[in-house]
């Protein structure tokens, strides 16, 4: 069986990555989330094992030191990181795997995987962006600021990928992520790339 391709997806918080990655495997049967460990505390709507692994800091950086990850990074005050374990098995299975992680690990995955895929998504306006982080109601007021503060550095790393998409039409946004992964599927991304290709004002 042909192995499965690696898909990084970052963006700034609350453009609607977690939103977007969701409905793609949702109608996906080859197509598998993987699932991150953190160190934040667990959000009421989230399950340990299916949304991240819940970790103690002290655990992670255990897997740190037994060299567990193929990426991590701090984040907003916490730690996150993609293992091993999260994405051999499926890849070496065939299925095809959506890393919905931030730009510095996307930056190490870039160095240490030459079969990963890169689509950056945008927020249509940075107005809009804020909007989305205040509704979706599961952050403090004081989260939400940091995550807002890093916002403008985020968005430069959008030079690093393969594609940009905005999400501004939740439908169309996930479609045209659908058509990028269909292209790479097939081999055939001469029309994505120029579609997709990253904005020269970015
Ligand atoms: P992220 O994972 O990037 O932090 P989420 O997927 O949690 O973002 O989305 C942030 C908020 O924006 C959520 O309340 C989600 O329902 C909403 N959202 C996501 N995509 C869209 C969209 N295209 N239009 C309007 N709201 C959206
Ligand atoms: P949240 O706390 O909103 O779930 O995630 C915060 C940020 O961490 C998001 O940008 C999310 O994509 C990112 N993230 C989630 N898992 C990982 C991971 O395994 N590695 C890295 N580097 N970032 C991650």
């Known amino acids: 069986m042909c192995p499965g391709i690696p ?3 970052s963006a700034p918080s609350g453009t609607g990555k977690t939103t977007v990655c969701k409905t793609l495997v949702s109608s996906d049967d080859k197509l598998m989330i993987s699932v991150s460990h953190t160190t934040r ?3 009421p709507n989230e399950q340990d094992g299916r949304d991240y692994h819940f970790v103690s ?3 992670f950086r255990m897997l740190i030191e037994d060299r567990a990850f193929l990426e ?3 984040y907003s005050a916490n730690l996150y990181g993609t ?3 999260a994405i051999d098995a499926p890849l070496s299975d065939g299925c095809d795997l959506v890393l919905e992680i931030e730009v510095q ?3 190490q995955i870039k160095n240490r995987r030459q079969d990963a895929r890169f689509i950056f998504l945008l927020p249509p306006s940075t107005e809009e962006l804020e909007r989305r982080l205040r509704g979706r109601g599961t952050d403090s007021l004081e989260v939400i600021e940091r995550r807002l503060a890093m916002t403008q550095r985020e968005l430069k790393a959008v030079r690093g ?3 940009a998409v905005v999400n501004d039409d939740l439908a169309t946004c996930v479609s045209s992520v659908k058509e990028i992964i269909e292209a790479e599927r097939a081999g055939a991304t ?3 790339r120029s579609r997709y290709s990253i904005p020269k004002d970015c």
Do not use: L, M, Q, T
Request: include cysteine.
């Open 7 to 9: 898909f990084v997806i």
């Open 57 to 59: 800091e002290h655990e």
């Open 72 to 74: 991590w990074a701090e």
């Open 41 to 43: 505390k667990r959000r």
């Open 161 to 163: 990928f393969d594609y």
């Open 105 to 107: 690990g996307a930056a």
């Open 190 to 192: 001469n029309e994505v």
């Open 83 to 85: 293992s091993c374990d």
